[in-house]
């Protein structure tokens, strides 16, 4: 029987690229694989001519001699035969999940086919998350603080063994304490934890009454949490070891990750280590000048001079004003933005005086107002034109 041209049994050009094949290949791999038609007994025919097109065409030496030759180049043990890899588990290893396994080979039964390795499997502690809020200040100044967390802590009845004290934990006779359990699928065999152990290696018959044979009971622990001067909002602060503790007392405990939330302030709006202030001034102190008082992130006070004619959205910065930079000594700047305040609920003296101004003032007084109305005008013009 004739053999499929190796192009097209991987879909591809002759003048494919090695990237372009390795995708083509990776594709059919999925789409073919015998444990996706377990009811076609072609599957497995189908699947090595595959990874036999693939052994060849990205050697390039082979796909040299193959391009001369053909199918010829490799008949009677030329150039080493055109078998490209040992096994399916090889062949997966390079495409899909790289040396040392993972990816597309673990899905069938980790890279390679290791071939009888017992091993019990060591569970990590469960990580945990603890949402804080803090004030703008807190973020500024830094501070500790107390917290309390529902932590996965040891069985005082059990020490963390999960047995009834006096009862025995014996090796599970599903997987002989390997923790593992693995079934044969064609040429592939796949592993999963054991469904009876959960992994462990051990079973206990007589289960702790306070924790229900899990070796943990959940308590409330204190711990104080150090908050960095200058930590932004959403930062995430990582306590190594301050999580659940690992089942059984066999591996690592696992991590308490604090998300802290900076609570907006009355006064500031923060942008990084900047800070932005919008302060009222009078439309008085705008028009002739003068100083106003304004508080600063750090509980001081700092005065500022408004410049004789200052308009609305003008803005003024303050040098190093601003919020702490974490894990520096340097400190952002406060910009402070005017918003000049027109009196309201005058008084008949005070009206009078504000019509006698508004009588003298004329445009000389209201460059900007001129020079809107002036625009204005000149675009009524051109629409009668």
């Given at each position: ?20 094949m390795k995708s083509a290949f990776r594709k059919k791999a999925m789409e073919c694989h015998p444990d996706r038609h377990p009811d076609d007994p072609a599957a497995e025919a189908r699947f090595k001519e595959l990874n036999e097109a693939y052994g060849i065409l990205s050697d390039d030496q082979k796909r040299a001699a193959y391009d001369r030759m053909g199918h010829r180049a490799f008949e009677q ?50 990580d945990l998350r603890y949402e804080m809020d803090i004030t703008l200040e807190d973020a500024f100044r830094g501070k500790d603080i107390d917290i309390t967390v529902p932590i996965a802590e040891d069985c005082d009845r059990c020490d963390g063994m999960g047995a009834e004290p006096g009862a025995t934990i014996d090796t599970c006779h599903t997987c002989g304490g390997s923790g593992r359990m693995r ?203």
């Amino acid at each position: 029987m004739s053999k499929r041209d190796y192009y097209d049994v991987l879909g591809v050009d002759k003048g494919a690229d090695a990237k372009t094949m390795k995708s083509a290949f990776r594709k059919k791999a999925m789409e073919c694989h015998p444990d996706r038609h377990p009811d076609d007994p072609a599957a497995e025919a189908r699947f090595k001519e595959l990874n036999e097109a693939y052994g060849i065409l990205s050697d390039d030496q082979k796909r040299a001699a193959y391009d001369r030759m053909g199918h010829r180049a490799f008949e009677q043990g030329g150039m080493g035969g055109a078998g490209g890899f040992q096994d399916f588990g090889d062949i997966f290893s390079q495409i899909f999940g790289g040396a040392g396994g993972g990816g597309f080979a673990d899905m069938f039964g980790g890279g390679g086919g290791g071939g009888g390795r017992r091993h019990q499997t060591v569970q990590r502690g469960s990580d945990l998350r603890y949402e804080m809020d803090i004030t703008l200040e807190d973020a500024f100044r830094g501070k500790d603080i107390d917290i309390t967390v529902p932590i996965a802590e040891d069985c005082d009845r059990c020490d963390g063994m999960g047995a009834e004290p006096g009862a025995t934990i014996d090796t599970c006779h599903t997987c002989g304490g390997s923790g593992r359990m693995r079934t044969q699928q064609g040429f592939f065999t796949m592993e999963r934890p054991c469904t009876t152990c959960g992994g462990q290696g051990e079973y206990v018959t007589d289960p702790c009454r306070q924790c229900d044979g899990q070796g943990l009971v959940r308590q409330q622990t204190e711990l104080d949490v150090s908050i960095p001067a200058g930590v932004e909002d959403g930062t995430r602060i990582r306590l190594s070891g301050q999580g659940d503790a690992a089942p059984r007392g066999k591996g690592q405990r696992g991590d308490l990750y604090i998300f802290v939330s900076v609570k907006p302030h009355d006064l500031f709006e923060r942008d990084g280590a900047n800070l932005f202030c919008r302060a009222p001034v009078p439309m008085t102190t705008a028009a002739l000048g003068g100083e106003i008082e304004v508080p600063t992130i750090d509980g001081g006070r700092s005065k500022i001079k408004i410049p004789e004619g200052s308009q609305s959205g003008k803005r003024m910065r303050l040098k190093g004003k601003g919020m702490s930079v974490l894990r520096s000594p340097q400190r952002g700047d406060m910009y402070m933005e005017i918003a000049v305040e027109t009196p309201s609920k005058l008084n008949k003296r005070q009206r009078e005086l504000l019509e006698e101004f508004a009588a003298e003032g004329g445009h000389e007084v209201s460059p900007e107002s001129r020079n809107f109305f002036d625009k204005a005008k000149t675009f009524w013009d051109n629409l009668v034109d």
